[in-house]
């Protein structure tokens, strides 16, 4: 029921501004809310609910903004079409800061700053940033409300494009909000502006934004700022911010592992159940690989996550994964009916926003690889009229969706989404797979000795850059668990987390770890693995590798498949690309020791000494191969 603004005048003791929505009663809320309110000079206070006139309201705002527009009904119900600046396109790592008060806290692979340096900075940036805007107070939970300890956010933030894509990622609203009350719980204050005020005479624009951008993170105290940006990992606070870098550090105080990692169920033909995190870099298959289709017969597969997992180790000594999101935020190029046909039903059922995609005539999405054929007439991802041929009748120079835009999409309408979904306990892990995007060297599988191997394998992982991050695409880079733009905290001592994990658990209790790629090419750069719903013979070989049914080579990169134990039946796949792909290449290997010798040093003195022991039985191994 919503409280008049002369009843919430009494309860925002400070501010004597226009209020919306059901005034919070948790003391720690009210008082930040004033405090933020004071600072950011707002029009106007709307504190969300969640509801769908409150979701109607949004884009209502949007779409009279210029910000979004409504999808034909028909084709997307109760979608949008929203176009970014044409520079606010991805996350901005280098804009990215962990301000923990200890500098060596923060590491060697993000950036540092003093947290009163930072606040000292960044309260002059929001000082009236949000003249002329309405301040969204977001009470979110990631995980669920129910779960054994919910982990709940507040995000204030002046971008209804936020508020609404909010409440598709994250449980959000009344519920937490309550949840909050009614044990006066602490939660994550979230703080995020666009960066652009409306001061006299200054003309808002579709998608304000500021050229210049900080995402910061203050780990000791549990808090985010973030300015200047509107898209995705920058400014839904509950996602990247939270999830990943401020949940990296309560995990590791609390004894648990927040990780970039997707969760799969997999129940093979004679009925056997088992579970699977998988961690490859952005825009690198997480997505597709959480809705996989197996093309192995007999087979199932059911989605639990696509982009984070919170591991945490059970009473019975296992570790259990729940996903903290409630939606995907997916890479739209490259999803198709061949591909991800999951993911085309998930967002067919509408709900969803679409960010610097295409437009069609008839108010409908599209991108690259959604159809074999574009259509004819586009708008593309920056207004502009397109088509299949580019000014000079050949093919256009630049894509119709920008190969970072998303779609946005809540992950109860993926029709193969798992039960267990719906349970705070998750699911125990069987598995746990690293990956990452190498046209080389990297086997298509292999798994590890142990636990502290595996720790070794992703802290040692590497993937071609994409665009899923401002900067160059395309560039290798050492992407420890795809965590390296994620880590909270030093990246040494995150690997230390991990070792003590496995240490606090038995062997046979532990997932087996494995490693994959499944972007390796032949010399004229053609990928060697079909990929997508093929993946599942890979699967299948880890559960068989779980169960003890299948036996494995030694190789300095890990353990492999037997030619013969890999099931390709049914697949064109000439033996030679089949050995190319799964195989050891010492060549290759020469090449890469090096790169990870020199990874690790630039880690510094407080890497464990198991990274090194590893590191010695690799060249040991390569000598003996
Ligand atoms: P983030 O949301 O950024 O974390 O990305 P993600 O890891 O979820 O990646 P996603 O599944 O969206 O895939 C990114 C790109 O990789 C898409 O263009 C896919 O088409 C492509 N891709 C995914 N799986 C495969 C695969 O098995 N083989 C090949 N060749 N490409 C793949
Ligand atoms: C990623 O980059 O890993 C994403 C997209 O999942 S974003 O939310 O923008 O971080
Ligand atoms: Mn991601």
New binding site residues.
Partial sequence: EGVEVTDAKLTHVRTDLPVSGRVPTHPGILAWVDEVAALTRPEAIHHCDGSDEEWDHLVDVLVAAGTAVRLNPERKPNSLYVRTDPDDVARVEDRTFICSVAEDDCGPTNNWMAPAQMKAILRDRFDGCMRGRTMYVVPFCMGHVEAADPKFGVEITDSPYVALSMRIMTRMGAEPLEAMEASRAAFVPALHSVGMPLTEGVVDVPWPCNDEKYIAHFPDERAIWSFGSGYGGNSLLGKKCYALRIASVMARDEGWLAE?M?ILRLTSPKGRVFHVCAA???????????MINPTIPGWKAETLG??IAWLRPGDDGRLWAVNPESG????A????ET??PNAMRAVEAGNSVFTNVALTPDGDVWWE?MTDVAPERLTDWKGRAWTPRGPDGGRPSEKAAH??S?FCTPITQVPILAAAYDDPRGVPIDAIIFGG?RENTIPLVAQSRSWAHGVFMGATCSSET?A?STGSVGVLRRDPM?MLPFIGYHVADYLQHWLDVGNATTADKLPKIFYVN??RRDGDGR?L????G??SRVLKWIAERIDGRVGAVDSPAGQLPLPEDLDVSGLDLPATDLEAVIGYSPSEWADELPRVRRWLRSLGSRLPTEMHDELWLLAEAMVRE
């Fill in positions: 970039h997707l490859f870099p952005s825009a690198c298959g997480k997505t597709n690989l959480a696509d982009d995907l935020f997916g890479v190029p490259g999803t198709g591909t991800n690889g190969p970072n998303r995007r994409t899923a795809a499944w972007f990928f693995w079909p990929g997508f093929e993946n």
